[in-house]
Every structure is written in structure tokens, then in C-alpha cells.
């Protein structure tokens, strides 16, 4: 069984939807959770970053982490086709800066007009 | 620079031929991370450094993968006697120093290709 569990859809939404993606895990020593996003051939960029439990904005996005679920989500409002890209969840144990990463397989999250 | 720097952007080997991969970290940047994505979405960890100390290593296949980071050079991961499975994107990352960031920033990723 994987240690992060994530749909790779795709997920195709029209402009202007709400989107919502989500991740599982096993591990309950994770504590920090992070969003990236990676455009084809490009490197992921980070959107969001949680530590613990709770919710974060910044934006058009949410990210929400339910520990005692082992459960995360990635909320996006009034999508835009430039927001079409995968979506991947990660996670470490320790701080992001110094910890390996423990990624999820990435959602491939379409957004049409 | 203000960006993680890969080279090269392409790289085409056959089975069995060696295949190194360089990486340069963003200015002042000490810590660095070595990530294998394969059929598209799958990451995996390999390596990280501080500095040029090796950090972590659980991720690496020690018979064939090796990694350095030395002062003033480009840290770099080479392959010996490549492999079909080797066939991936490796992105490198790269995080300050400071206690309490979070944040790894990637480079734009070396494609390897092996036939």
C-alpha cells in the first residue's frame, strides 16, 4: 500500500467551477503537507503549504488538512483554464525544507472554457 | 541565481552506457534533494545533501545510482550501467538554510531516456 493515495483522474471541470482535490495517507508522523503544481514538462511549483491540522487561503485556494482522518484537500474557486495542470500532494514527517517529500501520484485537473 | 539550474534538459543513453546529471541549487540555497518521477506522476526520493554532506540517502539504489555535492560545482547524480527502468524525469530541489522553511523549489528536470 502506498504511504500517500491520490486520484490521478483526470478531472475535467467548465471555467468558473469549483474544484476539489484530495489526498489519503497511512502515515500518521506526517505533519506537513504541501500542494504543487506542475505544468507539462515543468518542474512542480508549490501552491500550498499546512502544517498540522487546520485550513489555509490564499486566493482562489484553500487547503484543508484533517489529521484524525489522515485526510487533505485542495480547494479551488472560479477555475481558469490556465489553472489546467496536475496537482500533486505532498508530505513529510519533519519541516518541508529538510525532509525528503513523500508525494501522491498527481491529479490531472483540466479546466475548459 | 534565483532559479534551480538543470543540465542537460535531454538525455539519451543505451542500456548499459553511464549517465550523469547535474544540478545547481539556488544561491545560498544548502540543502539539496534529488526526486525520480517515473510514467509521468510517480515521485520518488533518492538523495539530499547539506551542503555537500549527504542528509538522507534511503531512497538511493546504492549498486548503480551515486550523487556528490561539492563546493563551488554543480552537485551531480550519476548512473552507471543504465537500465530501461531508468527511464525517467530527475528534478532537483533546493531549500535555504534556515530553521522553519518549508519550502523545496525544483528545477525544471532532466529527461533520461534509455534504449
Known amino acids: 500500500q502506498k504511504e500517500v493515495e491520490q486520484d490521478p483522474g483526470p478531472l475535467s471541470v467548465p471555467e468558473g467551477a469549483i474544484v476539489s482535490l484530495n489526498c489519503t495517507y497511512s502515515n500518521s508522523a506526517f505533519q506537513y503537507f504541501m500542494w504543487y503544481r506542475q505544468y507539462s514538462r515543468k518542474g512542480p511549483e508549490l501552491l500550498m503549504y499546512t502544517y498540522s491540522s487546520g485550513n489555509k487561503e490564499d486566493g482562489r485556494f484553500t487547503a484543508q488538512v484533517d489529521k484524525s482522518s489522515k485526510y487533505i484537500s485542495l480547494f479551488i474557486r472560479d477555475s481558469q483554464p490556465s489553472d489546467s495542470a496536475t496537482y500533486l500532494c505532498a508530505m513529510s514527517a519533519g519541516s518541508g525544507g529538510y525532509n525528503k517529500l513523500i508525494f501522491g501520484a498527481g491529479t490531472r485537473l483540466a479546466v475548459h472554457p | 541565481g534565483e532559479e534551480v539550474a538543470q543540465t542537460p534538459k535531454h538525455l539519451v543513453r543505451g542500456e548499459g552506457q553511464k549517465a550523469k546529471l547535474y544540478c545547481a541549487p539556488i544561491k545560498g540555497h544548502s540543502y539539496v534533494f534529488w526526486y525520480q518521477q517515473v510514467l509521468k506522476n510517480e515521485f520518488k526520493f533518492l538523495i539530499s545533501f547539506q551542503n555537500e554532506n549527504v542528509f538522507d540517502e534511503t531512497g538511493m539504489p546504492k549498486e548503480r545510482f551515486s550523487a556528490k555535492c561539492l563546493p563551488n560545482s554543480p552537485c551531480s547524480l550519476e548512473i552507471q550501467a543504465t537500465k530501461l527502468e531508468d527511464s525517467a524525469v530527475y528534478f532537483c530541489?533546493?531549500?535555504?538554510?534556515?530553521?522553519?522553511?518549508?519550502?523545496?523549489?525544483f528545477g525544471p528536470g532532466t529527461r533520461l531516456t534509455v534504449l
Open positions: 530541489a533546493s531549500s535555504p538554510p534556515e530553521q522553519g522553511t518549508d519550502t523545496q523549489y
